[in-house]
């Protein structure tokens, strides 16, 4: 209670949910709420940040509309971006674009995979293994859309591994266009399509840079002459 003895005015609805987005952007910069990582639910966000069900909602779709969350049917919301590049990049996204974003994911994740394994932990190592097994078994299974998903997790993890902000903000821009080629690229499930990425996670565990950028540059030109 006010000292007038009156209740605390409700701020409006507008600044509620601007409130909200500010409070979920300060939690996914500050890293509790990783990039490639799923936020809480709906009903576990009301509950940590004190507001109405429709509120979240809204402040759920708006960062989801800057490109910084994205829906997954099924799965959750992930973290995609820590600002509002990725919509940016989205929208110049072509076919005839497609050999372009093979080079920046090559320049962005080549030097990732080198990065990480002079600095993965055996937290990264674990969500490494996670997030092949993740992409082998959808693979395996004859999975398309799961495969790509799970395949654009993985370089997430290569990349988070790196521990680099930076670098990791700039490859979240860039994972509608990611996801794209590696679905232009493979095509269909066929034994002749498949690209093993054991090789590169052996490189990462290993802690040899150089051979981990080898790795991840070598499945890259797969992609670009496929």
């Given at each position: 209670?006010?000292p007038?003895?009156?209740?605390?005015?409700?701020?409006?609805?507008?600044?509620?949910?601007s409130?909200?987005?500010?409070?979920?952007?300060?939690r996914?910069?500050?890293?509790e709420?990783?990039?490639?990582?799923?936020?809480?639910?709906?009903?576990?966000?009301?509950?940590?940040?004190?507001?109405?069900?429709?509120?979240?909602r809204?402040?759920?779709?708006?960062?989801?509309?800057?490109?910084?969350?994205?829906?997954?049917?099924?799965?959750?919301?992930?973290?995609?971006?820590?600002?509002?590049l990725?919509?940016v990049?989205?929208?110049?996204?072509?076919?005839?674009?497609?050999?372009?974003?093979?080079e920046?994911?090559?320049?962005?994740?080549?030097?990732?995979?080198?990065?990480?394994?002079?600095?993965?932990?055996?937290?990264?190592?674990?969500?490494?293994?996670?997030?092949l097994?993740?992409?082998e078994?959808?693979?395996?299974?004859?999975?398309?859309?799961?495969?790509?998903?799970?395949?654009?997790?993985?370089?997430?993890?290569?990349?988070?591994?790196?521990?680099?902000?930076?670098?990791?903000?700039?490859?979240?821009?860039?994972?509608?266009?990611?996801?794209?080629?590696?679905?232009?690229?493979?095509?269909?499930?066929e034994?002749?399509?498949?690209?093993?990425?054991?090789?590169?996670?052996?490189?990462?565990?290993?802690?040899?840079?150089?051979?981990a950028?080898?790795?991840?540059?070598?499945f890259?030109?797969h992609?670009?002459?496929?």
């Amino acid at each position: 209670m006010t000292p007038s003895g009156h209740s605390p005015p409700v701020p409006p609805r507008g600044r509620r949910v601007s409130e909200t987005i500010e409070q979920l952007r300060a939690r996914i910069l500050g890293g509790e709420w990783p990039l490639g990582g799923r936020i809480p639910t709906e009903p576990q966000l009301v509950a940590a940040l004190g507001v109405g069900r429709n509120t979240v909602r809204e402040a759920v779709r708006a960062l989801v509309h800057a490109g910084v969350l994205e829906p997954r049917q099924g799965s959750g919301t992930y973290v995609v971006s820590t600002d509002e590049l990725a919509p940016v990049v989205a929208r110049r996204l072509t076919d005839d674009r497609m050999a372009e974003v093979v080079e920046v994911r090559r320049a962005f994740e080549v030097e990732a995979a080198r990065l990480a394994a002079l600095r993965r932990t055996p937290e990264d190592l674990a969500a490494l293994d996670a997030a092949l097994a993740e992409r082998e078994a959808a693979w395996r299974d004859g999975r398309f859309e799961e495969f790509v998903e799970a395949d654009a997790r993985l370089h997430v993890v290569v990349v988070a591994a790196a521990h680099n902000a930076m670098l990791a903000e700039l490859y979240a821009s860039v994972g509608t266009a990611m996801r794209a080629s590696v679905a232009q690229a493979i095509g269909s499930l066929e034994p002749d399509r498949y690209v093993d990425h054991s090789r590169l996670v052996a490189a990462i565990r290993a802690g040899d840079p150089t051979r981990a950028a080898h790795e991840a540059g070598a499945f890259l030109e797969h992609r670009a002459r496929a």
